[in-house]
């Protein structure tokens, strides 16, 4: 809890220095409280907080510290890497950045989650400074557009999981996660309300997380946003709302499964599938992620079908790695000058810059699933927890990872080609500290499994 009040403090405190137009002065005081947020998470529960013995609606387990710590870093190196775009417009820049922390607020939140208070206050703190984020780009029509598409059919999934809400306070006479838990174990509970409940619910959040069938906003409001607020989309939002859902659904609805499992199931299958083949013939990095992210939801969608105990560490590992891999080709993507078309202005970059070509094959060969890096791990643990109970989820995912792999391996060719009409790229130490650090990720990031 401490942590999560020190990111608030932080972005008011952004919010008030904006009045000075100086961003290094705004960038410095955002870092230095995540800085200060990260040691208290690292520190959770060695010592004695001041606010624990007053508020328990937030409580993190030993995964949930690992995605907070995550989320922090990622937004970090978002700051980092947006910073030179950004601060261009000075007397902005720090409002940005103040509604980036007010979203983390939302998203830790959202992670540490005991009550439906905390989780419905958690989900519109992180959603609503994006809307405002996806919007940003002054005079631009397709920021406008996407910003408006994404608060209107944000406030309709809003309103149905409130509705949910409501009917699951009406079946259990509570807003406890464990007593509704409990609730459900024991059958103390109204199916009539329960169940319709629980379905709004799943509904709402697979809006939240981009999945199939409430997919159709995603692609055109990443092609509106800036690429550093994409790169936080892609990261922190995507974070913390795969790991509600699995939360809710794995483990506090699990007793319920036979009521939404086949729902989820024709959910899952279609998901994977429908990103990477609508993914193919992008030739906008904005949109090629935003379909690369629809089939990567399938994918951390089989942790909610596992219910294993681990299942939650390894999609740690999973976010982690397509998180990192995001970063890097968002870094990339901000040396091209033409968006609508930027796939093509970027061909050949990996082949002319040897330090951009290695990251771009670490991040590539890490979303197709190709050992020794992060994303292998992650999909190889998320489709073995399946394979015994659900062996067609298993083979789906395989398959769809197979198409992926043909999307990510084309990119990579079209990266390292000899021919390229690319201008100068100068690399600056924002970029350079993004990209190792996120490639270090990809390398390694997998070692959480043994802590």
């Known amino acids: 809890m401490d942590a999560v009040v020190v990111i608030f403090v932080t972005g008011l405190i952004s919010l008030f220095l904006g009045m000075y137009h100086k961003p290094m002065l705004a960038l410095t005081s955002n870092l230095l409280g995540l800085s200060t947020a990260f040691t208290l998470f690292f520190l959770y529960g060695t010592y004695n907080s001041v606010l624990k013995s007053h508020f328990f609606s937030l409580v993190y387990d030993g995964s949930g510290v690992l995605l907070s710590l995550l989320s922090i870093v990622m937004t970090a190196l978002v700051l980092i890497m947006g910073y030179n775009s950004q601060s261009k417009d000075r007397s902005n820049y720090a409002d940005l950045t103040s509604l980036m922390m007010f979203s983390l607020t939302g998203a830790l939140c959202l992670i540490g989650f005991r009550d439906f208070f905390m989780f419905f206050i958690g989900l519109e703190i992180l959603s609503i400074p994006v809307y405002v984020l996806v919007g940003s780009r002054r005079g631009n029509q397709a920021s406008a557009e996407a910003a408006l598409k994404y608060f209107f059919t944000g406030s309709f999934a809003t309103a149905i ?3 949910g809400i409501a009917l699951v306070f009406g079946a259990t006479g509570s807003f406890n996660i464990n007593e509704i838990g409990f609730a459900i174990l024991s059958g103390l509970y109204t199916p009539e309300l329960m169940i319709p409940g629980a379905l709004m619910i799943l509904a709402a959040l697979l809006f939240k997380v981009g999945a199939f069938p409430f997919h159709f906003w995603t692609a055109d409001v990443y092609e509106g946003s800036s690429k550093p607020v994409l790169a936080y989309m892609s990261t922190t939002v995507k974070i913390a709302g795969l790991f509600a859902l699995v939360q809710l659904m794995g483990l506090i609805f699990g007793n319920l499964k036979g009521n939404w499992e086949m729902v989820l199931y024709v959910v899952i299958i279609v998901t994977l599938f429908l ?25 951390a969608l089989l942790s909610i079908m596992s219910g294993a105990d ?6 740690v590992i999973f976010l982690l790695a397509y998180g990192a891999s995001a970063l890097v080709l968002l870094v990339v993507a901000q040396f091209a000058q033409d968006e609508e078309n930027d796939l093509e202005e970027l061909k050949g970059i990996g082949y002319r810059y040897p330090f951009l070509g290695i990251a771009l094959l670490i991040a590539l060969l890490s979303l197709s699933g190709i050992p020794p890096f992060s994303g292998f791990f992650g999909k190889l643990l998320l489709i073995q927890d399946v394979l015994v109970n659900h062996p067609v989820l298993s083979i789906c995912a395989v398959l769809s990872s197979v198409i992926g792999a043909y999307v990510y391996i084309k990119l990579l060719l079209h990266f390292f080609h000899k021919e390229s009409t690319l201008k100068d790229v100068r690399l600056n130490v924002a970029s350079i500290i993004v990209i190792t650090v996120a490639s270090l990720l990809l390398i390694g990031g997998w070692l959480i499994l043994y802590i």
């Not at 990103?275 to 994918?299: D, H, P, W």
Request: charged residues 10%; aromatic residues 8%.
């Open 310 to 315: 681990h299942g939650s560490r390894n999609i």
């Open 275 to 299: 990103g990477y083949l609508s993914a193919i013939q992008q030739k906008s990095m904005k949109r090629l992620l935003a379909y690369s992210g629809i089939s990567n939801t399938g994918i």
């Open 161 to 163: 999981l409130l509705f």
